[in-house]
């Protein structure tokens, strides 16, 4: 492995496959992927990528205004405007760049593309491919990168340390048990979500919050990360820590949400009944389940047709088939469980951090679109758009680099001690109990300082420098930033 990037992008999500795909050919790129390519929140991506994209031919009564507008108001107009305008603008571009790549999205019996509803929207604009449009795209989005030959990818790599430097920045990896370095004039944090800093949680096992950590110690703004959005319908099989998502399209298409007496409760508390915003239907579950003293709840869409069900949501039928439910015969368990950050590491329009030439897109960023609160689908999207923004604004900037790289030499650990077991499995278990749904505030004060406690001995202590110990740092520093906030 060569040691000097003029790019290196720590993610191999939509967001860091597609910032390399729209940097130029001329540019020497390093992607470090945590684990396999295919493992990431966005192969998880269910429901679709919202937009307004109109082919020729192809007329809706749906606007680039109104989706502004459904993404203001699910953020209860907390989000950043200017990035909402971009957003919304930009999506005819991605869109159709991804299907000029190759992502085969569903079709009507007249070839024009499917447009499908979820909640929180006014139209229908979300383009997907059944229901499994992240993987899809994941898909065309790898195979045009590997078909690059300035593009170099470090599978099972995990990113230890990120310092800066007067000529950009210097990473430490860990790949095979070896550690090694690399040097850059720009670096892309593409490294998704913190799913794993909860006990139930839709995301990839991976979803541990590095890059977020890492950007935090080098001095990079950190924003709102506070803000977790929690799906209303996971699949409610708490066995694993990994819950099954239900997307928000199977209400999207219809279905029911029903109390553990088998009887819808939405009206109690939205008039947009199933179709509300994912922070409405999480809190109203929430609330339905003091007020009957249970936590069963069901989605029920088994009055369509069951032939309808199984094209349309093949993966999730499959799914819950296999735990023993038919969601064409009869309702399917679901509760709310962690499944998006909105706030992460701050960045501008250009998806530039605080520190300079430090960007950060995707799950891990806060670009301010989606305020309190994210649009279902507004988040392949995001991940296109200021990615691209990010790649843009690279390639102004690459002329102006020198051939020469500053190394930083990160210290080696001697005699150092394997790490104890039960830090990460105590992160998750305070944050569960304090920052759920309705944040408990008895409990935070006394989570924040135990978190506060093992992160300064995470920090301090001489301890083997493996992807359990790399991950209990990143959890620590994240749980440490959220609770910090919410006091």
């Given amino acids: 492995m060569e040691n000097t990037y003029d790019v290196i992008i720590a993610g191999c999500g939509a967001a860091g496959l597609y910032n390399a795909l729209n940097l130029p050919r001329t540019c020497k790129i390093l992607i470090l992927c945590k684990q396999e390519l295919t493992l990431c929140n966005s192969a998880l991506a269910q429901g679709g990528i919202a ?28 989000n950043n405007p200017e990035a909402v305008g971009l957003l919304a603008d930009n999506a005819k571009f991605e869109i159709e760049k991804i299907l000029e790549l190759g992502a085969d999205f569903d079709r009507t019996p007249d070839g024009k593309l ?3 509803l979820e909640g929180g929207h006014s139209r229908h604009r979300i383009f997907h491919h059944k229901d499994s449009t992240g993987a899809e795209i994941l898909r065309t989005l790898i195979e045009a990168v590997k078909a690059l030959p300035n593009v170099t990818i470090l599978e099972n790599t995990m990113m230890v340390d990120l310092k800066k430097t007067s000529t950009g920045f210097s990473v430490q990896i860990l790949k095979d048990g070896e550690l090694s370095a690399a040097h850059c004039h720009f670096m892309t944090l593409a490294t998704g979500g913190i799913g794993r800093i909860y006990e139930f949680t839709t995301n990839s096992k991976i979803s541990t919050g590095d890059g977020i950590a890492m950007a935090s110690e080098i001095g990079a703004e950190i924003r709102n990360l506070h803000l977790i959005q929690f799906h209303p319908t996971a699949f409610n099989n708490h066995h694993t820590r990994e819950c099954f998502l239900i997307s928000e399209a199977v209400r999207g298409e219809g279905a029911y949400l029903l109390n553990c007496n088998k009887e819808r409760f939405m009206h109690l508390y939205d008039e947009r009944l199933e179709l509300a915003p994912r922070d409405v239907v999480s809190h109203a579950i929430v609330m339905e389940s003091r007020r009957t003293g249970s936590c069963d709840f069901y989605l029920d869409i088994s009055y369509k047709d069951s032939e309808f069900i199984k094209k349309r949501f093949p993966m999730i039928y499959e799914s819950v088939l296999e735990q023993g439910y038919d969601m064409t015969t009869g309702p399917i368990p679901i509760y709310p469980c962690q499944h998006y950050l909105m706030g992460g ?16 897109c995707g799950e891990c960023s806060h670009t301010g679109v989606h305020g309190n609160n994210r649009l279902a689908s507004n988040s392949l999207l995001e991940a296109l758009v200021f990615s691209h923004q990010a790649a843009l604004t690279i390639s102004e900037r690459l002329s102006s680099c020198t051939d020469e790289f500053e190394e930083f030499r990160f210290p080696e650990r001697e005699n150092a001690i394997p790490l104890p077991t039960g830090f990460r499995t105590e992160i998750r278990h305070i944050m569960q109990e304090s920052c759920f749904v309705i944040t408990d505030t008895s409990k935070i004060l006394d989570g924040f300082e135990r978190i506060r406690e093992i992160r300064r001995n995470l920090m301090n202590e001489n301890y083997i420098i493996d992807s359990n110990y790399i991950e209990a740092r990143s959890l620590a520093e994240v749980g440490y930033l959220i609770l910090k906030e919410v006091i």
């Fill in 51 to 78: 937009g307004v994209y109109h082919p020729p031919g192809d007329v809706t009564d749906d606007s680039v205004d109104l989706h502004v507008q459904d993404t203001l108001i699910a953020g209860g107009f907390k």
């Fill in 114 to 116: 499917h447009r499908t």
């Fill in 345 to 360: 590491i701050n960045v501008n329009q250009n998806s530039e951090t605080s520190v300079k030439n430090l960007f950060a």
